[in-house]
C-alpha cells in the first residue's frame, strides 16, 4: 500500500500537519454527529464523506480511528490508552503510530484535504510507474 511506503518520504513535520487537517476534520465530525440534532443537508453529506472515506481504511486503520477519534469519550482518551486497552491483544507505540499515520493520510487523500503538504505530488515524484 502507497501510504504506508510513503511514510518514510515524510517528514515529521509533514506527517503533524496532516494528523491536524485530519483530526481537526474528525472532531467537527464527531461533534456534529452527537450534538447536532437536526443536521442539514451540509452536514448529512459531511458525515458522509467522512463515513466513506473511513470505510475504506484497513480494519486496523478504521478501529484505530474510531476507537481514539470518534467514541464520544474520544477527547478524554490518550493513544496511550488506545493502543494498550482498547487493542487485544495491546500494540506498541511505535506500530500504533505507523497505524495511525497511515490512517491520516489516507483519510486526508480521501477527502482531498487541503494539508499543507503535497502528498499527491511526494506520489508521483517517488512512485512514477504506478500513476502514469
Not at 51 to 69: D, H, P, V, W
Amino acid at each position: 500500500m502507497i501510504s504506508m511506503e510513503l511514510l518514510k518520504h515524510l517528514t515529521r513535520a509533514e506527517k503533524v500537519k496532516i494528523r491536524k487537517a485530519v483530526v481537526k476534520e474528525l472532531a467537527r465530525y464527531r461533534i456534529s454527529k452527537f450534538y447536532v440534532e437536526n443536521p442539514d443537508n451540509d452536514n448529512v453529506a459531511f458525515h458522509q464523506m467522512i463515513e466513506r472515506a473511513i470505510e475504506r481504511l484497513s480494519t486496523l486503520e478504521r478501529f484505530l480511528i474510531e476507537a481514539r477519534y470518534l467514541s464520544v469519550n474520544s477527547e478524554y482518551l490518550t493513544d496511550y490508552h488506545v493502543y494498550n486497552l482498547k487493542f487485544d491483544p495491546p500494540i506498541s507505540a511505535m506500530t500504533y503510530t505507523k497505524i495511525r499515520d497511515t490512517a491520516m493520510i489516507n483519510i486526508s487523500l480521501f477527502l482531498n484535504l487541503n494539508t499543507g503538504v503535497e502528498i499527491e505530488h511526494l506520489i508521483q515524484r517517488n512512485y512514477p510507474a504506478r500513476f502514469s
